[in-house]
């Protein structure tokens, strides 16, 4: 397996409150990605990192901020957790280009 | 906007038979389309890919075909096994550029019986 960390791998929260999800890489690819995978609609992206403090969003960026401070790690944050974020959140990287996107095993996450 | 397009949404194969999995995009500028497989619990891991230079590419049991004029793409999977159930999703994107974002289809449970 590529050296892509995500932490933690299942939480429950509350609605309203704050959530932070990180991904951690020992490989130094440059892309950093973070998707939401859910029943029927596949693989959306939410954010995603192509250096260090260069982020953008995806498709799906409405209540989820990023951070990239260092190469290696790329961080996810629900300010507000609501319902409709229950979802598992991978995290993948890249070379760029043609190369092949890695991914971490995901984090499931509950808000109730 | 759903940039690819991907059918069915699930399959069931009789072991040994030929799992057949459908991919239309709609963005032209599109020249990478890598295929990933899933298994539950686990994220996706790159299967196959093409580029559109070519119409046909194959990896052991696993070939993609492209059609570059009808802007689609499938995954061939020959003499399916129990091992091959997963999840498999198309992708696709544009490699130049600066940010390299894959775009992908809503997935499709291949389910193949012993």
């Given at each position: 397996?590529?050296?892509i960390?995500q ?16 991904c ?10 973070w ?55 991978f995290c993948a ?11 971490g ?8 | ?114």
């Amino acid at each position: 397996d590529a050296g892509i960390t995500q932490s933690p791998r299942h939480k429950v929260t509350e609605t309203g409150t704050p959530v932070t999800l990180r991904c951690h890489q020992t490989e130094n690819h440059r892309y950093m990605y973070w998707y939401r995978q859910d029943p029927g609609h596949g693989l959306r992206l939410i954010h995603y990192s192509y250096g260090v403090k260069d982020t953008d969003k995806g498709e799906v960026s409405d209540g989820y901020s990023v951070s990239r401070s260092k190469t290696e790690d790329f961080l996810l944050t629900l300010e507000s957790a609501t319902s409709s974020q229950t979802s598992v959140y991978f995290c993948a990287i890249s070379m760029g280009g043609d190369t092949e996107a890695f991914f971490g095993q995901g984090t499931r996450l509950t808000v109730v | 906007q759903q940039q690819v397009k991907q059918s069915p949404q699930s399959l069931i194969v009789q072991k040994g038979g030929i799992s057949i999995i459908n991919c239309a995009y709609e963005n032209t500028a599109f020249d990478y389309f890598p295929w990933y497989q899933q298994f539950p619990g686990k994220g996706p891991a790159l299967l196959i890919a093409i580029r559109p230079d070519v119409s046909e590419k194959k990896e052991g049991r696993f070939t993609i075909s492209f059609n570059k004029s009808a802007k689609q793409f499938s995954l061939h999977i020959m003499d399916s096994q129990p091992g091959d159930s997963a999840t498999y999703f198309c992708a696709a994107k544009r490699s130049g550029g600066s940010n390299y974002k894959l775009t992908f289809g809503k997935g499709t449970l291949l389910t193949v019986n012993p």
